[in-house]
C-alpha cells in the first residue's frame, strides 16, 4: 500500500504565506513526478505546480512566482511555499504522485486526502 499525506494547510491572511507538505510512505520503489493540485468549491481541480524526480518544475500563470514546489527524494516528501496569497487560493490542496510500488512494473497515480487552504481577513 503506498499512501499520501498532506499538512499544512489553514487560515491566512491575505499576502500571507503557507507552507504545505506531503509525505508519501508504504512499500515504494521509486517515486516519479509529483504535484500539487486545487480545487475550489463549485469549480474543477486544477493543476497547481509539479516537479519531476530531477528537480523540473511548471506552475501556471496563476500562481507563477508566487508558489515554490520542491522535493527532498530521500524522504519521499514534496512541499509547496505558497507566497502573496490571495482570497482565490483558496480551496482545499491535493498531493499527487506518480510511484512505482514495490514489486510493481510500471508508475500509478497515488493522491492525498487533500488539505484545506483559507485564505481571508
Known amino acids: 500500500q503506498v499512501q499520501l499525506v498532506e499538512s499544512g494547510g489553514g487560515l491566512v491572511q491575505p499576502g500571507g504565506s503557507l507552507r504545505l507538505s506531503c509525505a508519501a510512505s508504504g512499500k515504494i520503489f521509486r517515486i516519479n513526478t509529483m504535484g500539487w493540485y486545487r480545487q475550489a468549491p463549485g469549480k474543477q481541480r486544477e493543476l497547481v505546480a509539479w516537479?519531476?524526480?530531477?528537480?523540473?518544475?511548471n506552475y501556471p500563470d496563476s500562481v507563477k512566482g508566487r508558489f515554490t514546489i520542491s522535493r527532498d527524494n530521500a524522504k519521499n516528501t514534496v512541499y509547496l511555499q505558497m507566497n502573496s496569497l490571495t482570497p482565490e487560493d483558496t480551496a482545499v490542496y491535493y498531493c499527487?504522485?506518480?510511484?512505482?510500488?514495490?514489486?510493481?512494473?510500471?508508475?500509478?497515480?497515488?493522491w492525498g486526502q487533500g488539505t484545506q487552504v483559507t485564505v481571508s481577513s
Open positions: 499527487n504522485g506518480f510511484i512505482i510500488a514495490t514489486g510493481a512494473l510500471y508508475d500509478s497515480a497515488y
Open positions: 516537479i519531476t524526480r530531477g528537480g523540473i518544475t
